[in-house]
């Protein structure tokens, strides 16, 4: 079964940091682009980066940008996230997603169930 | 970066049909896809590229798009297909799939 789960989320102070992880099952982990998207409770969704299968590649958002660190270690079919100087409107639930590319499409094809981050005092 | 733009609600009767908007100047270069969220779920593709569904979704479901408009269509909505519906797209770079709507919440009635 093709599969993501997501860990590491819980509550943070503002300025702390977080790790989150992606683990991934059922499919060649190394042979896709991973995506970060986030959703703050009540409100959509909001892409937070990507990294390349290589990791040749890695975008952000700019709301994330300096601040959150996107890899990847295939050899472990794990994602990660290092979020840095976390700030209450970080607080959301975190999704890992597998995004899959064709010759004339793209999307996020798997989710994980998420994991959820509270940044408060 | 760049916007898509979604109705914040829809609404449909039972069995009949309902269309969902999107719009934004990514879409004129590249295709949207579709995704539902129920409460308390992860979101689920539904359609991607053209008019592509993942395997699993029902065939009621499809797309299509025109200028700056990616539009998702349920033909014969279910009380199941009550959900959040968001579009998504690549950014004006091209880099990644950075773009998502609002959101349409679409109630069965």
């Known amino acids: 079964e093709v599969q993501l789960v997501e860990s590491g989320g819980g509550l943070v102070k503002p300025g702390g940091s977080l790790r989150l992880s992606c683990a991934a099952s059922g499919f060649t982990f190394s042979s896709y682009s991973m995506n970060w998207v986030r959703q703050a409770p009540g409100k959509g969704l909001e892409w937070v980066s990507s990294i390349s299968s290589s990791s040749s590649y890695i975008y952000y958002a700019d709301s994330v940008k300096g601040r959150f660190t996107i890899s990847r270690d295939n050899a472990k079919n794990s994602l990660y996230l290092q979020m840095n100087s976390l700030r209450a409107e970080d607080t959301a639930v975190y999704y890992c997603?597998?995004?899959?590319?064709?010759?004339?499409?793209?999307?996020?094809?798997?989710w994980g169930q998420g994991t959820m981050v509270t940044v408060s005092s | 970066s760049s916007e898509l733009t979604q109705d914040p609600a829809v609404s449909v009767a039972l069995g009949q049909t309902v269309r969902i908007t999107c719009q934004g100047d990514s879409l004129r270069s590249y295709y949207a896809s579709w995704y539902q969220q129920k409460p308390g779920q992860a979101p689920v593709l539904v359609i991607y590229g053209k008019n592509n569904r993942p395997s699993g979704i029902p065939d009621r479901f499809s797309g299509s798009s025109s200028g700056n408009t990616a539009s998702l269509t349920i033909t014969g909505a279910q009380a199941e297909d009550e959900a959040d519906y968001y579009c998504n797209s690549r950014d004006s770079s091209g880099n990644h799939l950075g773009v998502f709507g609002g959101g349409t919440k679409l109630t069965v009635l």
């Open positions: 997603a597998r995004e899959v590319v064709g010759a004339k499409y793209d999307a996020f094809d798997i």
